[in-house]
């Protein structure tokens, strides 16, 4: 069983920064794309940044967002500077994952961690 923890959220006002962090445990042989999502109530959940064998981003945190990974603890973070009100959503960690009992990949996602941004 694959178990993916968030932590860092919290309240920031804008221009402020906070870091998210995500551990995935469990019967893990290779962890193909870590990344996080967002969503805010009444929409869809969106890419925020991936990472693989390259990085990716949307477009509306390109230069604030920065994600990287710590292949050798299955954790990823999501360092995010200069923060807007517009950033504020529920953050998801999810990844792409091959395990040790499943054929094939499998997507997984964490429970979630509010990040609100307000003055």
């Known amino acids: 069983q694959v178990r993916l923890v968030e932590s860092g959220g919290g309240s920031a006002q804008p221009g402020e920064s906070l870091r998210l962090s995500c551990a995935a445990s469990?019967?893990?042989?290779?962890?193909?794309?870590m990344g996080w999502y967002r969503q805010v109530p009444g929409k869809e959940r969106e890419l925020v940044a991936t990472a693989s064998s390259e990085t990716k981003y949307a477009d509306s945190v390109k230069g604030r967002f920065t994600i990287s990974r710590d292949n050798a603890e299955k954790k990823v973070y999501l360092q995010m500077n200069s923060l807007k009100p517009e950033d504020t959503a529920v953050y998801f960690c999810?990844?792409?994952?091959?395990?040790?009992?499943?054929?094939?990949?499998?997507?997984?996602w964490g429970q979630g961690t509010q990040v609100t941004v307000s003055s």
């Open positions: 469990g019967n893990i042989m290779e962890i193909v794309v």
């Open positions: 999810k990844a792409v994952i091959l395990t040790t009992t499943n054929i094939g990949l499998e997507d997984y």
